[in-house]
């Protein structure tokens, strides 16, 4: 089975409407239907959990539909691998290198790691990066399996 890395920003969109939501479905279901697994570090969680809280304070969502997205995100079994200290000191460097943030650049060694692509939708990241990171794309770019 195919693996690839999808940060917060993409599995956020698995349940809230935003732009490239339907590309991050696209990823969704193939990781629902077992053709591809989602993986992601742990603390992805806490990235998705303050998404989910500001949507509830702002209105966006209510409570019920808070719970339940909760509920959903746990159901769709994403991978969620500890944080090492031989990544965290890869991402440190890369993020000094790259002038990127370190949990951005941890998704980056996490996808070296597994010899796969880092899905995003971070606009921002991928100009910094310019081009020049072949292990992260943009989620409209993700390819999705054909049957």
Do not use: C
Request: proline share 2%; no cysteine; net charge neutral.
């Amino acid at each position: 089975m195919k693996r690839v890395v999808a940060d917060s920003n993409i599995i956020i969109k698995w349940f809230i409407p935003e732009d490239y939501s339907e590309h991050a479905k696209l990823l969704r279901n193939d990781h629902l239907m077992g053709y591809v697994e989602v993986v992601a570090p742990v603390y992805a969680l806490l990235e998705i959990y303050n998404a989910l809280r500001k949507y509830l304070v702002r209105g966006f969502i209510g409570r019920e539909e808070l719970n339940k997205i909760i509920d959903l995100l746990h159901e769709v079994r994403i991978s969620f691998v500890e944080v090492t200290r031989e990544l965290l000191d890869k991402a440190l460097s890369y993020s000094i290198e790259n002038h990127i943030t370190v949990y951005d650049a941890y998704y980056i060694v996490l996808a070296y790691k597994f010899d796969t692509i880092v899905y995003t939708a971070d606009e921002k990241l991928l100009k910094r990066l310019g081009g020049r990171e072949p292990r992260i794309k943009h989620i409209k770019e993700y390819q999705r399996k054909q049957d």
